[in-house]
């Protein structure tokens, strides 16, 4: 029995569809143009009293010019001097219009204007558009006719810099929008400005006005550098037709109403001419003689319980009852009441078979799906070195803090699920994303792309070593999560960005003076050295450069991104591995032989340092040919005498050239082509602190201190050089162009 019922509603339900495809042929069918008419022109139907062709259209003002665009392979409807993209039989036409605009050059001068100009024998439509304005040195109008009168209108948008401005907000600051009144015809609008953008010009040199439909339109900031336009969609206009410039009751009165059979007349709120509508239980075009067919209501939604049973006619339907039904079966279909008690028995069993079933299937899928769920994060636990780093812990236990092993729900929730919005960062290593621990922690978590399988030993160990690094300028790890495809790593949250960012945006480049550059490079020096000297393993970074170095609020440098890193055994002094790194700042012996050292580093740390003294970028191909690689840029202005020509305006403003030259020469050493005539990153790092002791005094001291400094830092150097093996001020010499010798270790730069 449950069988069989099951049977007959699947076969209800079926003639029901059939049905209402059907019912949805037959409306499509019914005509839209006139006889022998094209009743479309590209993707756009072009339903009478509108046409394309003589004859096909009532009059002048409804003639549609079906053209070519401006690829000339697709067909689309104009209308006067605009590409129309949908007509309406309630009065509406929807087509593409353009802003007016003002645009101005940095001095004030003005380089562009648009206007935009509209003459139809509709209406604007005051109830799907809306005027707008966007820029914030912006005022705009709209002119038109309202009952044989001209209106004007507009609104205005000023704001000082884009922080006060919010996407998606339309409120006046950076865009402003006003409700159009009803009854506009003829209408024009321009934008203008106050000052001539003089004031905002760098994120705003224009100002722009438009009609757009309602909904249509969202507020970006980015539209204050340049209004992005598709010409075939934005901005959309809606226009409100009507039939000739009268009314229902003057049309009859003429006898040549265009309504056509089965169809009613009404005048519409929005002021031009009278509108045709077919009427309840008809559709079509009510515009044609014939336009307007019956709608077989049996075929489509009636309220007949069972299709079958319905009877359709002339603008209406019956139904008639069945033994589930009792009733007088009138005309509206409400006269079967239902026979509850076999229908509710029916229904009770129906339902609760299905009930059933579906709870059954779902715990069986869940539990399926949570069991594989877990297999497969022991399985990547195991894969990603999760038991090898449980036992180096334990061995370590007491001597060293805790690493804490995430969870990768716990990240996830952390991240939103690793939202696009939370993208921190992307690197060839992975990409950074900010989360927030369920202890309300910032941090940031870096998500690998690839995991290596034959390298998961020496990650491991590189987590345990990062784990017991401490030093104030170095990115601390605070944890990693292994049982996800790739190990995520977790950091701290470090503020301000990276040190490339504040080097090459012209307005955080002004804010870097000389004593905060020096501070950078001193103390990204020291966690450098740090690195290769003082931690238990030693560390080679291996993808140093301005990307990588952190700063807070403070301008405290933090060197970051590990990713790339090698630990050194203390039994070797370099190591043989597959060149990695970014390209301008890899150290040339290390690309052609494939031996990694310490030296490494500091090659790419002197690339930093002439970042920090120059301003420019690593590589740029808006130098010479010659001069793309920065490296190479530096060292032919240092020998050529051009340094100062090169160096960031700002740092020589200050007056700081002793200082530079200090820090010239210093990048050069760590530039030298052979690693062996490279300074360590030791050295590297008390040099720079000699020279910003001598910084913080040069102002209230003079030349006895700075000889002072200097004949202390040479002494310093010259010691570091003998522990370091850098070269021995005895036996090694550079002999300058007076043909005077020098210990090399001193500081000389000609």
């Known amino acids: 029995m449950m069988l069989l019922q099951v049977i007959i509603m699947t076969w209800v339900i079926g003639v029901i569809l059939i049905s209402q495809m059907a019912a949805s ?69 929807e087509f593409s219009g353009y802003p007016a605009s003002e645009c101005y050059n940095k001095s004030g001068t003005l380089m562009d204007e648009m206007f935009y100009f509209v003459t139809t024998f509709g209406s604007i439509s005051y109830t799907q558009n809306v005027f707008v304005a966007v820029g914030c040195d912006t005022i705009a109008y709209l002119n038109a006719t309202q009952n044989d009168g001209t209106f004007s209108m507009g609104c205005m948008s000023v704001c000082q810099d884009t922080n006060d401005v919010a996407n998606g907000s339309c409120s006046g600051i950076g865009c402003c929008q006003v409700e159009i009144p009803k009854g506009l015809r003829n209408f024009s609008f321009q934008a203008r400005s106050f000052s001539r953008h003089k004031g905002v010009w760098k994120f705003n040199p224009c100002s722009y006005a438009f009609v757009v439909k309602k909904d249509t339109f969202r507020f970006s900031t980015k539209y204050l550098h340049g209004l992005d336009m598709d010409d075939s969609t934005f901005p959309i206009m809606v226009m409100d037709w009507g039939i000739r410039d009268e009314t229902c009751e003057f049309a009859r009165a003429k006898s040549d109403i265009l309504c056509g059979e089965n169809s009613t007349c009404y005048d519409p709120d929005n002021g031009y001419g009278y509108r045709c509508r077919c009427n309840p239980g008809y559709g079509g075009n009510p515009y044609l003689p014939d336009g307007c067919q019956d709608i077989n209501e049996c075929q489509s939604g009636n309220n007949c319980m069972h299709p079958e049973l319905c009877k359709n006619t002339m603008g209406n339907y019956t139904c ?86 995430f969870n990768a729900k716990e990240l996830e929730k952390a991240t939103n699920n690793y939202d696009k919005s939370r993208i921190l960062g992307q690197g060839g290593n992975g990409t950074v994303y900010r989360g927030v621990l369920i202890e309300n922690i910032v941090v940031a978590i870096k998500r690998s792309k690839i995991a290596d399988q034959n390298q998961i030993e020496q990650f491991i160990n590189e987590v345990i070593v990062l784990t017991q690094t401490n030093h104030r300028n170095v990115v601390k790890l605070l944890g990693c999560c292994l049982e996800t495809e790739v190990p995520l790593l977790v950091y701290e949250f470090i503020t301000n960005g ?3 960012d504040h080097l090459h945006d012209k307005n955080k480049s002004s804010l870097l003076s000389w004593e905060k550059r020096l501070k950078i490079a001193t103390e990204a020096a020291g966690a450098l050295a740090y690195l290769h000297f003082e931690t238990s393993i030693p560390i080679i970074h291996r993808d140093v450069k301005t990307a990588n170095i952190l700063l807070d609020d403070n301008h405290t440098a933090k060197v970051a991104d ?102 010239s020469c210093i990048a050069k050493r760590c530039l030298s082509i052979k690693g062996e005539d490279r300074p360590t990153m030791k050295v590297v790092a008390m040099e720079l602190e000699g020279l910003r002791i001598m910084e913080k005094h040069s102002h209230g001291k003079s030349d006895l201190y700075r000889e002072q400094t200097e004949c202390s830092l040479n002494a310093i150097t010259s010691y570091l050089s003998l522990d370091d093996g850098i070269a021995n001020p005895s036996t090694s010499t550079t002999i300058d162009s007076m043909g005077d010798q020098v210990p090399k270790s001193t500081i000389v730069c000609r």
Not at 585 to 599: I, N, R
């Open 320 to 405: 008639s009852c069945t033994k589930w039904y009792r009733g007088d079966g009138r005309k509206d279909g409400t006269g079967c009441d239902v026979n509850l008690p076999l229908l509710i028995k029916m229904v009770v069993g129906i339902g609760t078979a299905l009930l059933m079933l579906l709870v059954g299937c779902f715990g069986v899928y869940w539990g399926l799906k949570r069991r594989n769920l877990i297999k497969l994060k022991g399985k990547f636990f195991q894969q990603n070195g999760g038991l090898m780093l449980q036992q180096r812990l334990s061995n370590h236990q007491g001597s060293m803090e805790p690493v804490r092993i």
């Open 562 to 663: 590990f990713g790339a890193s090698r630990l050194i055994p203390l039994d070797h002094t370099r190591l043989t591995t597959l060149v990695q790194g970014t390209f301008g700042y890899l150290d040339p012996e290390y690309l052609c032989s494939g031996q990694l050292t310490e030296k490494s580093d500091v090659y790419s740390f002197g690339v930093v340092l002439a970042e920090l003294l120059t301003g420019e970028k690593a590589i740029s191909l808006d130098r010479a040919e010659s001069e793309k690689n920065l490296s190479t840029y530096f060292i032919s202005a240092l020998k050529d005498g051009r340094l100062l020509e090169i160096i960031e305006g700002n740092i020589i403003k200050e007056g700081n050239v002793e200082e530079v030259k200090e820090v």
């Open 498 to 500: 990276t040190l490339s």
């Open 25 to 93: 042929a037959a409306v499509a069918a019914a005509p839209m143009a006139k006889p022998n008419c094209p009743d479309r022109c590209g993707d756009v139907e072009i339903p009478y009293p509108f046409g394309t062709s003589k004859g096909c259209y009532l009059d002048q003002n409804y003639f549609i010019n079906c053209t070519n665009d401006s690829s000339g392979k697709t067909r689309r409807p104009m209308y006067e001097n605009v590409f129309l993209l949908n007509i309406s039989l309630e009065g509406h036409f």
